[in-house]
């Protein structure tokens, strides 16, 4: 169970295109999502949380205007990257929980590699 | 911002040792978390500990939490060589919707 399926797994686009990543929940309602970036052979870096029907809450340094989030149903989350250009590169991940709190485990997408031209 | 140090960053170890992994924190949890990463892949979850408890075992994992010293420890008994990945700690607080996650130590099992 606590299945998250991301999409695409891995994307190549070309610099000023807008790129969505999908995150849905196969079998249990994510009341939170959370999108993270992670480069190579580091740790996850928290974007932004969203909870379903609420604006996302980004964190410090994150471009909402760059990075657009939209929650809308109960188990999908897209993250748009508007006008990429290659310093977005990287790999980004997404995970959802069934709680608000974080005393639950959260449940992971495989993840998408985004290469900007 | 990242709260969570681990120790090792890196470690190598022949098949069947057991591994050890260490994370420390610096402010007051609720409980405490180990993830799994394996390379160009999500995160998956391995064990939960809360701040109540000391130790947790699930399998050929045991984790110790010590709340004194604000630090944790992450046990693989009997390694094998699909235990090669990264593994992460991550702390949640009262009140917090989010975890903040260790620097991770990368674990190889040489077979």
């Known amino acids: 169970g606590a299945v998250v399926s991301q999409h695409p797994s891995w994307v190549i686009c070309k610099s000023g295109t807008s790129v969505k990543i999908e995150c849905r929940s196969l079998?249990?309602?994510?009341?939170?999502m959370f999108w993270y970036r992670q480069f190579p052979k580091q740790s996850l870096m928290l974007m932004a949380t969203s909870n379903e029907g609420s604006k996302a809450t980004y964190e410090q340094g994150v471009e909402k205007d760059k990075f657009l989030i939209n929650h809308a149903s109960l188990t999908l989350s897209t993250l748009t990257v508007t006008s990429a250009h290659p310093e977005d590169s990287s790999f980004y991940i997404c995970?959802?929980?069934?709680?608000?709190?974080?005393?639950?485990?959260?449940?992971f997408g495989d993840g998408t590699r985004l290469s900007i031209l | 911002s990242q709260q969570g140090e681990e120790d090792p960053q890196a470690l190598s170890i022949q098949e069947g040792e057991n591994a050890t992994m260490n994370c420390s924190y610096k402010t007051s949890i609720n409980n405490l978390q180990w993830y799994r990463q394996n390379s160009g892949r999500g995160l998956v979850h391995l064990i939960l500990?809360?701040?109540?408890?000391r130790e947790k075992h699930s399998g050929r994992l045991r984790v110790t939490l010590d709340t004194s010293k604000k630090s944790s420890s992450l046990l693989i008994t009997a390694s094998r060589a699909a235990d090669t990945a990264s593994y992460f700690c991550a702390t949640g607080s009262q009140g917090a919707q989010k975890l903040v996650f260790g620097q991770g130590t990368r674990l190889t099992i040489n077979p």
């Open positions: 995970s959802a929980s069934e709680q608000t709190h974080s005393n639950q485990p959260q449940h």
């Open positions: 500990i809360r701040s109540n408890e």
């Open positions: 079998d249990f309602q994510a009341t939170t």
